[in-house]
């Protein structure tokens, strides 16, 4: 127990031979003692070899800092622990030299080689722990050591530490400016990384060095619209804001043309909604077709950026919100900017700051954008609760909103302010109903009447400030109220108020014309008071006598005399001076000048009503949502929001190029054939590529697709209306027994897969040979198969036509060849050696891998679009097919079943004109052309739900008549079966750990404890593959969402008691948290 002299020591007080003893001696002074030996108890601590103490202490350390306590007399003992082997220690030593570092830098400098080993470390925690005391040492000696470390950390395989090196960026950066150029080199590199975890820091890093550098941005900009729905909150805030400037210098302004639109205001609505619904490669195709219609045309990159933000919208983060709210302020057509109006209202039920700063942004929007804030005006409604600042921004928002159709309701609600026992907010309230007035013409003697009972208001703050708004309403029409005036002019013996005092004395003077007899006796009464007023009343009553004296000579020449006789001798040497010059120009002397004959006209000159204006109407130049904007004044650091380029920037900068070996080899071939299985689209998203630039790809296929869509689309949609043709003759003539026989071969050739066989067989289908090639696409993300064609070239069958021998062939070039028509053999079954180990304890018989490896052909049975009775006559069911759409991988096909049960043929089956939310397309059927009485048809239509369970809602047209239906995807067929080994599912599901894992915990029935019943539940729920498992209570799913390519991994552990755990782990984790309910429903029923 070597702890307890520690304690006891501290607090007993005896000390050892030779030393002083301390606190007995009452003299000495308890306080300046405890001082002394103060911490001593930790040092002994830190100084022991026992892990548990040292642990202890820095523990009792780190939470004194943490309450702002002072620990720096500690550094010496804890900066000798920096080499401690036990990795908690280590980890909070770490953690007291960040705080330190910086004041205690010859002691840390003693330590550098223990933390440049610390970035050798093995655990992530410690090289990124190391890298940030090393950043945080202040001293420019070791730049090139922290240069060094940088540099090794941004290449490091932990996100994390990549994380730690994008933050020291910065810190170096300050230090030593002069290293800019190695330092951009590092951002660079740091922001072609495909990790949400690293991108916020680095465009941190990236606006704190390089701003300027726009370039770096231009081949990661797709990826980084991608990532941005999954990076934290602080790095959504700052990619959004630096998105933001991006996309004011590359893009043209979407309100450019829109004078040109508003000449055919009918066309370029439904153009714009059409746009909307197709997204961005169809948008881009759309405008060189019709380009006459559509004169502006939004890039797909822009479009990407908006589509994307959007979502976040719903963000628990209001700085998110914040963001995108300025984003789409600065950036979306007028059109489209309405939606973020509900999400800034929703912020103003949270705190007083908050809503402080979103009622500044929403009072600067409310100008330029009124009618985006009208349905919600009672929420800007104040309650008595409100703090005055909150006040005062909701009377300005209210103020923006009103018009002709709402007044009544917001004068109403003024009059109840009116009341408030809170002054500046009743001063504010009659300054709100002054801008009305100026405002809406309509209501000006309203407000004047009621500004004008104020007047006798017992509250002198409340008649000043009335008189102030009047006076400024008055010079509007001041013919018509000459009594006002007069009433005015009584108050000057009750009024103190120097604003409101001066502006009736401005009022008599510059209408003295109106109050003749009044005049001259108001300015006898000031003449009396002079000496006591006010300095700016003392300038009103000089000039109320020059008018006075220029108009009604007789009655004041001398009053007015008497008055500038006071001034001259006056305190402030601005009255002094305003009094010469007053009596040079009006009274004639020997040596006036040529001005005095023009006194009258300089004084008694028409001047303009006063403009009464918001006080944000000019601050939108700032960036909303800036700390400039909030200040109204440029703030250190603040980048100015660019304007829009007059002509758009080349878009070709953003496309990413892919390496050559993953392009296909046979290109040329293709286009000549001019088959429409493969889009361009995916020609360009090679193989080989990770989950994360999934999405990246095929952003880059939209922006690339309007150019060659011009050629490709007619044999395309020609190919395609063959092709269903095709199918619905072969699904009609089909029994159940061949459908059996199709599950067969597709499980044979899925079977095959793991085991490097892939090219050992090819169904007679055209679906089938689609499904196992578009399937190998999407395994063939993984490292290990990148190998895999040349195992392709070694198993062609000898009837197939195969590139020559020399080529490698792609996995893309299944094309080229031709499925035979024979029914297929299935080859010998021969497990690998290096796979047996994970296909361990499965059976390779047909029968039970029918349910058990392979997904339901249909997971949902037929549901209802159209009742007989609703259509007339026309039933319309659908199925989800589970096979991939021939013409998008990205689409969901959908069988679309019609049968005719009236007594008239049905003529011109087709889809209307969709109108689609923001990211879903449709791609429609061939028309059919005739459905006779009694007869069925079936047709495929592909939709990209994008990733959602949004309904797809479109018109199902006849030649007479338009049926609204509605498409809603349950979330398991938003997916497609991946097929992976046990290491590489494991591997893939140590990824997306914390917020990407759903665990569930169930009880499954004893109807469902068998291996068959549960995969055939779990894949009739969601369109996900069997993983081999070495366990026999475990099983194992796995499946990539359609649109963006994101990995979904299930998991079931089940004990034979029926207590079970169901865990999702999916990047989309509203996906996965969508997906654990459906399966426990299922499992449970």
């Keep these: 127990m070597s702890a307890a002299p520690a304690y006891s020591e501290d607090k007993g007080g005896s000390a050892g031979p030779g030393e002083p003893e301390y606190g007995h001696d009452p003299a000495s002074g308890g306080i300046f003692s405890s001082d002394y030996k103060r911490h001593d108890d930790l040092k002994e601590m830190l100084d022991t070899n026992k892990d548990s103490l040292k642990l202890e202490a820095m523990k009792r350390i780190v939470a004194m800092i943490a309450r702002g306590k002072n620990a720096s007399d500690l550094f010496p003992a804890v900066v000798k622990n920096v080499a401690c082997k036990n990795i908690e220690v280590k980890k909070l030593v770490y953690v007291y030299l960040v705080r330190y570092a910086e004041e205690q830098q010859d002691l840390a400098l003693l330590s550098i080689s223990t933390f440049q080993r610390g970035l050798k470390d093995p655990n992530q925690l410690i090289r990124a722990s190391a890298l ?10 070791i730049v090139p050591i922290m240069m060094l470390a940088i540099k090794e950390a941004a290449s490091d395989m932990s996100p994390y530490v990549r994380k730690t090196a994008a933050h020291a960026i ?77 996309a004011r210098t590359q893009f043209l302004s979407p309100t450019q043309n829109e004078s040109l639109l508003e000449e055919n205001p009918e066309k370029a609505f439904y153009g714009s909604e059409e746009d909307e619904a197709k997204g961005p490669g169809s948008e881009a195709a759309a405008s060189t077709a019709l380009p006459a219609r559509k004169p502006y045309v939004m890039d797909p990159d822009h479009r990407l950026l908006l589509r994307n933000t959007k979502p976040l919208l719903q963000s628990r983060s209001a700085a998110v919100v914040m963001a995108v709210a300025q984003l789409y302020f600065h950036l979306a057509p007028k059109a489209e900017v309405g939606v973020i109006a509900k999400a800034l209202v929703r912020l103003l039920r949270s705190h007083s700051e908050v809503q402080y700063v979103v009622l500044q942004n929403v009072a600067t929007m409310s100008i330029k954008r009124r009618g985006m804030f009208e349905p919600y005006l009672k929420s800007f409604y104040i309650r008595s609760t409100d703090p005055t600042q909150i006040k005062i921004l909701k ?159 007789k009655q004041t020449k001398l ?55 918001s006080s944000f109407k000019d601050r939108d130049h700032f960036q909303l949502g800036s700390l400039s904007h909030l200040l109204n004044a440029k703030a250190t650091g603040y980048q100015e929001l660019p304007d829009w380029p007059e ?228 039933a319309v069911d659908y199925t989800f097919s589970r096979q991939p759409f021939s013409g998008d991988p990205h689409m969901v ?8 049960s009236s007594d008239t043929p049905i003529k011109g089956l087709h889809v209307g004109t969709p109108k689609l939310p923001a990211g879903i397309s449709i791609q429609e059927f061939p028309e059919i052309e005739s459905l006779a009485p009694g007869e069925s048809a079936t047709a495929v239509m592909g939709i990209n739900f994008c990733d959602s369970t949004q309904a797809a809602n479109f018109q199902l047209c006849t030649q007479t008549r338009q049926f609204y239906v509605s498409i809603q995807p349950p979330v398991g067929e938003l997916m497609a079966p991946v097929f992976m080994s046990e290491n590489e599912f494991k591997k893939e599901q140590g990824k997306l750990t914390g917020m990407n894992e759903i665990t569930e915990k169930l009880t499954l029935p004893d109807t469902c404890r068998s291996d068959h019943v549960v995969v055939q539940k779990v894949t009739a729920t969601a369109n996900l593959g069997r993983v081999p498992c070495g366990t026999s209570d475990e099983y194992r799913f796995a499946g990539r969402t359609l649109t963006s390519g994101s990995l979904v991994l299930l998991t079931l552990d089940a004990q034979p008691t029926g207590a079970a755990q169901l865990t999702v782990n999916s990047e989309k984790m509203v996906i996965g948290t969508m997906l654990v309910k459906d399966v426990v429903q299922a499992l449970t029923q």
Excluded at 132 to 141: A, C, G, M
Aim: net charge negative; proline share 6%.
């Design 647 to 874: 002509e758009a920037p080349d878009p070709s900068v953003r496309n990413v190029e892919v390496p050559e070996w993953t392009k296909c080899s046979n290109r040329e071939k293709r286009k000549e054939k001019e088959k429409p299985f493969y889009s361009d689209s995916e020609g360009e998203s090679g193989p080989t590529e990770s989950a994360d630039s999934d999405p990246e790809s095929e952003s880059e296929s939209d922006s690339k697709s309007s150019s060659e869509s011009g050629s490709g689309e007619s044999s395309s949609e020609s190919d395609n209306k063959g092709q269903d043709e095709d199918e619905e003759k072969g699904r009609s003539s089909e029994s159940e027994h061949s459908e059996e026989e199709g599950k067969k071969r597709k499980m044979k050739k899925r079977k095959k897969v793991p085991e490097g066989q892939e090219g050992g067989s090819f169904s007679d289908e055209g679906s089938d040979s689609s499904s196992s090639s578009s399937e190998s696409e999407m395994t063939s993300e993984t490292e290990e198969e990148q190998v895999e064609p040349a195992s392709w070239r070694k198993q062609t069958p000898p009837s197939s036509k195969s590139a020559p021998a020399a080529k490698e062939i792609s996995l893309l070039d299944l094309e080229d060849f031709t499925p035979p028509s024979v029914q297929p053999v299935s080859p010998p079954t021969v497990v690998s050696t290096s796979l047996a180990a994970d296909l361990e304890g499965l059976t390779l018989t047909d029968s039970p891998l029918v349910p058990s490896l392979l997904s339901p052909v249909l997971g949902v049975g037929r549901q209802e679009l159209l009742h007989r009775v609703a259509g007339e006559g026309l």
């Design 395 to 553: 009377l300005e928002v209210l103020t923006n909103l009103a018009n002709e159709t709402n007044i009544p309701t917001v004068l109403r609600e003024f009059q109840t302010y009116i009341r408030s026992m809170d002054k500046d907010f009743v001063a504010a309230t009659i300054q709100a109903i002054g801008r009305c007035a100026t405002n809406i013409g309509r209501v000006r003697d309203t407000c004047l009447n009621g500004l004008v009972q104020l007047l006798s208001n017992r509250d002198e703050l409340v008649v000043a400030e009335s008189v102030v708004v009047i006076k400024k309403l008055l010079q509007m029409q001041p013919a018509q109220h000459g009594e006002i005036i007069k009433h005015l002019a009584k108050l000057t013996d009750n009024i103190q108020v120097p604003m409101a005092r001066a502006s009736i004395l401005w009022l008599i003077g510059e209408y003295c014309e109106h109050v003749p007899r009044i005049a001259p006796d108001v300015l006898r009464k000031m003449a009396k008071s002079f000496t006591a007023e006010e300095d700016i009343v003392k300038l009103q009553v000089i000039n109320l006598a020059a008018k006075l004296y220029l108009t009604n000579s």
């Design 132 to 141: 940030r005391v090393l950043s945080s040492i202040r001293v420019p000696i």
């Design 893 to 900: 096909a959908v069988h679309i079943h019609f049968s005719n």
């Design 559 to 613: 009053l007015t005399q008497y008055v500038l006789s006071l001034a001259k001798y006056d305190q402030n040497y601005d009255i002094r001076d305003r009094a010469r010059f007053t009596r040079q120009l009006i009274v004639p002397s020997e040596q006036g000048g040529a001005l005095s004959r023009h006194a009258k006209k300089l004084f008694l000159a028409p001047k303009p009503a006063p403009v009464l204006e």
């Design 170 to 246: 910065p810190k170096l950066y300050s230090l030593d400016s002069d290293q800019k150029d190695q330092l951009i080199e590092v951002i660079e590199k740091l922001l072609a990384d495909k990790t949400t975890l690293v991108a916020g820091s680095v465009v941190m890093a990236f606006e704190e060095v390089c701003p300027e550098r726009i370039d770096l941005i231009h081949k990661n900009y797709r990826k980084l619209c991608n990532l941005l729905i999954d990076v934290e909150e602080w790095g959504q805030v700052v990619i959004i804001s630096m998105l933001t400037r991006y």
